[in-house]
């Protein structure tokens, strides 16, 4: 999959499957109502009406179903019939997991989507997560020839009549390969990505948005200079590495802006634990703990290039939790940049402390008025909401009930932790410092106590928006990387964005510009 070129096309165009494979995918009432002119294009002169409703017919999804259009070169796949509320309408993971299995894999292929006008994000996303970047096979090599996947459209149901157009399938691109940037960085090891390597990607992202005139500035804090400067959190987790902690700011900041949103990422390059060392069957795949910070970065990336109405931060907190003669010991004190003392009695709870930092960063010399942190935070994240939906947790119910709106529309689905600092954060109650790093008990709330040990270095008496993603588990599928985070984030600031497709996706929907703005802060509202 890494020499596939993904394109989107706000139109079907005409393509013989013989040359160019074709695999049709929706839900089985929209495929059997679709009209045959409308893939037409994609079939003939192989398949003919008849021989497509026959193939409809035929599918009887449990979940899924395939038939044979035309040898493997023409398949039609029917989705899942059902969604539960806490699902996305798309059907997004079985979008991806069938693109997987039914392309062929040889020469350009076509995807073409059946679905309603309010699931294509959720449906072009779902399509860039199955064609992973990374790869070390012996096979795949830089002179293997590219390959282009076009991903088409049939819309059915309610905005039929509304087509896509040229800038909504160019927001489809973006977003796509902002996806794929961010699984290739997760997919790649330690020895090809640690804080250097990072800070390169930071790096040329930047320099490609300002080629484009986007005037993103680029700050970087780094080794010695962030423990003179008072990053206890970061430089105690990432100073007994080779190569040095970093904490990098993207800044993008339009003169029509009405608030500032910081977006905080843990990008812990390799975990292994630290002095507290994780065992041989737990330490294998931390190369993807800098997941949150992956996503950070391709979100930005993608919603600056299409055009972000507000102030916007993205702050990486870059770290390889590594052993060695300077490690931080259990029993330490760090002092954080909130100014806020912490005992470590456990090197593996890391990301929390890079991540105050961060948050700490985002509201004292940046004036934030919305910050989201996101991060591979707890093992415990999969257990409390499962391998595909994130936990969020938050001091605004709001946004509580906007960011699992976002998840739906955008494929990254999302569920809430209990927001109860006054019965679980003494938790982290020390004798000698202001809190402990790691929970005296792990059976109470162990995702939403992690995520109140960060909301701590803001204070829970901040009056701004603070929105903590833990995506441990849906930021891998098997061995591979998901891009997760990227989607969730375009859709939840939709109406920042100058993209209507990201607008329409947003939680408030398509509405007109003078209908959000708060009136005692003359804010945009977002949510």
């Known amino acids: 999959m890494a020499n596939v070129e993904l394109k989107y096309s706000n139109v079907v165009t005409p393509s013989d499957p013989n040359d160019r494979p074709v695999v049709i995918i929706g839900q089985l009432h929209y495929l059997a109502s679709v009209p045959f002119d409308a893939v037409k294009p994609k079939l003939e002169p192989r398949v003919d009406g008849e021989g497509f409703r026959a193939a409809v017919k035929c599918l009887h999804p449990s979940p899924t179903d395939t038939c044979s259009l035309w040898f493997n070169n023409a398949t039609v796949v029917a989705l899942p019939l059902k969604a539960s509320r806490h699902n996305c309408p798309s059907r997004a993971h079985s979008i991806t997991k069938l693109v997987r299995m039914c392309l062929t894999g040889v020469g350009d292929e ?14 072009g996303a779902a399509v860039a997560r199955a064609f992973s970047l990374y790869s070390r096979k012996s096979g795949t090599t830089k002179s293997t020839k590219k390959r282009t996947v076009t991903v088409e459209f049939v819309l059915v149901g309610p905005g039929k009549d509304n087509p896509l157009t040229e800038a909504e399938a160019q927001a489809l691109e973006t977003t796509g390969k902002s996806i794929r940037l961010t699984a290739r960085i997760v997919d790649t090891p330690c020895n090809e990505m640690n804080t250097d390597d990072f800070l390169q990607e930071i790096h040329t992202a930047v320099d490609s948005l300002n080629t484009e005139g986007r005037n993103v500035k680029l700050t970087v804090i ?49 975990d292994t634990g630290g002095l507290s060392i994780k065992g041989k069957t737990t330490m294998p795949g931390m190369k993807r703990d800098c997941g949150g910070a992956a996503a950070i970065l391709g979100a930005f990336v993608a919603a600056v290039k299409q055009g972000f ?36 009695n456990n090197t593996d709870a890391e990301g929390r402390l890079v991540l105050a930092d961060g948050v700490a960063y985002a509201c004292r010399d940046l004036k934030s008025d919305i910050i989201v942190d996101m991060a591979t935070l707890t093992g415990a994240q999969g257990i409390c909401t499962g391998k595909l939906h994130g936990a969020i947790l938050t001091n605004n119910e709001k946004w509580e009930t906007a960011c699992v709106k976002a998840g739906k529309s955008s494929g990254d689905l999302v569920f809430p932790l209990v927001y109860c600092p006054e019965l679980h954060f003494h938790e982290f109650a020390s004798a000698i410092a202001d809190m402990k790093n790691s929970v005296g008990d792990r059976g109470n709330a162990q995702s939403s106590c992690a995520g109140l040990f960060i909301g701590a270095h803001l204070g829970f008496d901040f009056p701004g928006v603070w929105l903590h993603i833990d995506m441990a588990s849906p930021c891998q599928s098997g061995e591979r990387a998901t891009g997760y985070g990227v989607a969730l984030l375009l859709s939840l600031f939709g109406r920042a964005s100058e993209t209507g497709l990201f607008q329409s996706v947003s939680p408030l929907g398509n509405i007109e510009d003078d209908e959000i703005m708060e009136n005692a802060s003359k804010k945009k509202k977002l949510v």
């Open 222 to 270: 780094r080794g010695e200079e962030l423990r003179e400067k008072g990053f206890g959190g970061i430089y105690g987790v990432g100073k007994a590495s080779v190569n040095p902690p970093a904490l990098a700011v993207l800044s993008y900041t339009p003169e029509s802006a009405t608030q500032t949103i910081s977006w905080v990422g843990k990008g812990i390059v390799y």
């Open 309 to 344: 109405k507000e102030n916007l931060h993205a702050i990486l907190c870059l770290a390889e939790n590594s052993v060695g003669p300077n490690a931080t010991r259990p029993d330490d004190v760090h002092i954080m940049y909130s100014g806020r003392s912490v005992e470590i």
């Open 110 to 123: 076509c995807v073409l989507i059946v679905c309603e006008r309010s699931d294509v994000f959720a449906s």
